[in-house]
């Protein structure tokens, strides 16, 4: 199974990326988890995952561009109840013995402030975020 | 030479605040702060708009607790409208409540307090956080994730949404419960139960090695202040207003929350942009008063459900009137889980909770009206007041974090003096400077999140709108 979370909120600019991205589109069997930010219970969602997909907003590089990274769980300990998805990763092995493979598909923002709606560079870019996001929700 | 110490943030708290510890020229602590250095406003963007939005835009002070929020100001609602709401709005807002404050006190008590207690103040902070707690204690933390689960399923199944739900409305609530709904729920509160009382006897255990930390975490006497029902019985949603001193006699009972201005007033203070509220009657800052689960705790009779009150009867026997120590927040907050979960399986039990009777219609009938219910930090005041047409001319929110400041200060203090040598600093010591506010479980704001550094712009605009500076980071 995979999990596919989008991570953003629409009410700050391009920081909606991730909701944005995921919005209306068939991902297939995957699960879709549309949240503001990762919290420790959605490790349970990862109990018997084989993939996790983030799809987030990222500041640096430019804008519009589309980063897709392995990510591995660990990481420095988290200050708060929020988490990053090495972190989450890190709390499905610790809980249950084991994790599933992330994926960070992360689109660079212009603009973070509050506003409703994308940036014309985040916009653009979205089509292609789906289809690769649809890519690997749907695997190899 | 006299020094002054910063903890900057402070870290596993709502939010973002500061700590300074002043430090004499003989090295010892000579007085210590907790400043909040947040501005949020809300008060004043309120003024102008229909009083039928404020409870949805109120409910986005805060994303731990907008249910806190959205009641409050609902009743503050109700009472412009001058409605007397149906039963089972009452019943269904008080079970939604609950189901906060599990899932609230759950976080805090698990994800943000716990490492301390199982791995100790003075281990090394990457092992005091909710990751190094699942490798090291798996079953503790998976059942503060299934807990604060339970507590969000509660909220998600009456009001559709887990957080900033728009479902309480001036009148009433948006929809009625869904009989599939109400038996899921009623489905995982056993499990959910057997996971609170497991928590609540442990914690018992491990108080005998938590000794010290009891002794000077915020240990002193102060009024407190929570709601209960015409027999003294906790009552998180609907109550009135009791004050107990320290050595637990009552102070002021029955008290409509709607005249909390005859006892309670506020203060400020430059440093800080927190208000610092005090009982009328003894002064400024003599009326110090903690509100929230220890507070409750103190000034109920019962709790009104069977495991709880057999659990406040033992909590009791940690002091003599009151139970002073601001660490026990941590016992009273897993109490409270037991009760909330008791509680809500009652309320769903009851047949007439499917009721879909859920709306009185009125037209604005007062100008002026006061809401008030137990948040999870404490008593939550929304007041406003509203002119023809129901625009909204001006707004005071008296919340729990707030009326806690004064202790919360004086608790820095207290534990800065016992731990802090001001020629050797220490994690540890510092970490136990910090465990005392989070013991409070302060809530002072949520923000956005995107991949790496949170984004923030800041602009410096002069007196006519004019961009004078900007930063960005």
């Not at chain 2, 759950?106 to 100790?120: E, M, Q, V, Y």
């Not at chain 2, 999870?376 to 406003?384: K, S, V």
């Not at chain 2, 005071?396 to 004064?406: C, E, F, K, P, R």
Request: glycine share 8%.
């Amino acid at each position: 199974m995979t999990v596919v979370f989008a991570l953003g909120n629409p009410a700050r600019g391009d920081d909606g990326a991730g909701p944005a991205a995921v919005e209306g589109l068939d991902l297939g069997a995957a699960r879709v988890v549309v949240t503001h930010q990762l919290l420790p219970e959605h490790a349970d969602l990862l109990a018997g995952a084989a993939l996790a997909v983030f799809v987030d907003a990222r500041e640096g590089g430019p804008a519009g561009s589309i980063r897709e990274e392995d990510v591995a769980p660990g990481g420095r300990a988290p200050l708060s109840h929020h988490l990053s998805p090495n972190h989450l990763l890190a709390l499905s092995l610790a809980l249950h013995g084991r994790a599933p493979r992330g994926v960070t598909l992360s689109v660079a923002g212009a603009d973070f402030a509050h506003a409703d709606g994308l940036s014309r560079a985040v916009k653009d870019a979205l089509p292609e975020l789906r289809e690769r996001l649809r890519c690997l929700a749907r695997g190899p | 030479m006299a020094e002054r110490i910063v903890i900057d943030p402070v870290t596993r708290i709502e939010g973002h605040a500061k700590i300074t510890i002043h430090v004499g020229d003989d090295g010892s602590v000579r007085d210590a702060r907790f400043h909040v250095v947040e501005f949020r406003g809300f008060e004043k963007l309120c003024e102008g708009r229909s009083f039928r939005e404020l409870p949805a835009i109120t409910s986005r002070i805060c994303g731990i607790c907008p249910v806190s929020h959205i009641l409050a100001s609902a009743k503050a609602c109700d009472a412009l409208l001058a409605v007397d709401v149906p039963d089972v709005v009452r019943d269904l807002r008080r079970v939604v409540n609950l189901g906060q404050l599990i899932q609230s006190h759950a976080l805090s008590f698990f994800h943000l307090s716990s490492p301390d207690f199982l791995a100790g103040f003075d281990a090394p902070p990457e092992r005091r956080n909710i990751l190094a707690l699942a490798e090291s204690h798996a079953d503790v933390a998976r059942d503060g994730i299934l807990l604060r689960k339970f507590g969000q399923e509660v909220i998600e199944k009456i009001t559709g949404k887990r957080i900033h739900p728009s479902w309480a409305v001036p009148g009433g609530v948006a929809a009625p419960l869904a009989t599939e709904a109400r038996d899921q729920l009623l489905r995982a509160a056993p499990d959910a139960l057997d996971r609170a009382t497991r928590a609540l006897a442990r914690f018992k255990r491990d108080l005998a090695g938590l000794e010290e930390e009891a002794r000077v975490f915020g240990n002193f006497p102060t009024l407190f202040m929570g709601m209960v029902d015409e027999h003294g019985t906790l009552d998180h949603y609907d109550g009135k207003l009791r004050f107990v001193d320290a050595a637990g006699e009552i102070v002021a009972d029955q008290v409509d929350p709607a005249r909390y201005q005859d006892y309670i007033a506020e203060a400020v203070e430059p440093w800080s942009y927190l208000k610092f509220p005090y009982f009328k009657l003894f002064g400024y800052p003599e009326g110090s008063y903690r509100v929230g689960p220890l507070a409750r705790l103190n000034v109920a009779t019962r709790c009104g459900t069977p495991l709880a009150d057999a659990e406040l009867a033992e909590f009791r026997q940690l002091g003599r009137g009151a139970v002073l120590s601001s660490f026990h927040y941590h016992y009273a907050r897993l109490v409270e889980i037991v009760h909330a979960i008791e509680k809500i399986e009652q309320l769903l039990l009851d047949p007439a909770i499917l009721s879909t009777d859920v709306l009185a219609v009125a037209r604005r009938n007062r100008f002026e009206g006061i809401g008030a219910c137990e948040a999870p930090r404490g008593t939550l005041f929304h007041h406003y007041q509203v002119k023809e047409g129901g625009i909204v001319t001006a707004v005071n929110l008296l919340i729990a974090t707030g009326q806690n400041n004064l202790a919360m200060n004086r608790a820095v203090a207290q534990i800065a003096r016992h731990f802090v040598d001001g020629k050797q600093l220490a994690e540890g010591m510092l970490n136990r400077v910090e465990a005392g506010i989070r013991a409070f479980d302060p809530c002072l704001s949520c923000s956005t999140h995107a991949l790496g550094r949170m984004p923030l712009h800041v602009e410096l605009r002069g007196p006519a709108g004019e961009l004078w500076d900007e930063a960005r980071r």
